[in-house]
């Protein structure tokens, strides 16, 4: 009978530290991309569409990732990065094909969102860098969304 008691009280005090653990052991690039939607809401208001596919993974603290996108002239883009981390900080920038940053003066990040604003003066791809700038967390799931008009 001891041994039965044991076995419930470990069993359960395993489930009390995965309940725990729950947002964190279950965090994923769908939840960044929860908040890369979020920090794009203000901005579907003024007319920008959001397009239904995006980028995302995890980077550590400090590291970039390029993603490269075909972006038209006569078109207007903001691309908005979010991650599930509160206390992370986050950075999207945009560059053309030759290296020069392409991106209006109005890119703000703001803790752990960020944005970037791009009227391309020529047809062309581009190169969003995301970026996590600090975190506290090891490798931090993020999520970048766009939308033009």
Same mark, same amino acid.
């Given at each position: 009978?001891?041994?039965?008691?044991? !076995?419930?009280?470990?069993?359960?005090?395993?489930? !009390? &530290? !995965?309940? @725990?653990?729950?947002? &964190?052991?279950?965090?994923?690039?769908?939840? @960044?991309?929860?908040? @890369?939607?979020? =920090?794009?809401?203000? +901005?579907?208001?003024?007319?920008?569409?959001?397009?239904?596919?995006?980028?995302?993974?995890?980077?550590?603290?400090?590291?970039?990732?390029?993603?490269?996108?075909?972006?038209?002239?006569?078109?207007? +883009? /903001?691309? /908005?990065?979010?991650?599930?981390?509160?206390? @992370?900080?986050?950075?999207? $920038?945009?560059?053309?094909?030759?290296?020069?940053? =392409?991106?209006?003066?109005?890119?703000?990040?703001?803790? $752990?969102?960020?944005?970037?604003?791009?009227?391309?003066?020529?047809?062309?791809? +581009?190169?969003?860098? &995301?970026?996590?700038?600090?975190?506290?967390?090891?490798?931090? $799931?993020?999520?970048? &969304? +766009?939308?033009?008009?």
């Amino acid at each position: 009978m001891k041994s039965c008691a044991k !076995l419930v009280f470990q069993t359960s005090a395993l489930l !009390l &530290v !995965l309940i @725990a653990l729950q947002p &964190v052991i279950f965090a994923s690039v769908d939840d @960044a991309q929860a908040f @890369a939607l979020q =920090a794009a809401e203000p +901005y579907v208001k003024q007319g920008f569409q959001v397009r239904e596919d995006y980028w995302g993974g995890d980077l550590g603290s400090g590291e970039k990732k390029a993603v490269r996108q075909q972006l038209f002239k006569g078109n207007e +883009y /903001w691309f /908005w990065l979010g991650t599930e981390v509160d206390k @992370a900080k986050v950075s999207v $920038h945009v560059y053309d094909s030759d290296g020069k940053l =392409a991106e209006e003066s109005d890119g703000w990040e703001k803790g $752990h969102f960020a944005g970037a604003h791009v009227i391309p003066k020529a047809t062309g791809s +581009y190169f969003i860098i &995301v970026s996590v700038e600090e975190s506290p967390e090891d490798r931090t $799931h993020w999520a970048l &969304v +766009y939308g033009f008009r």
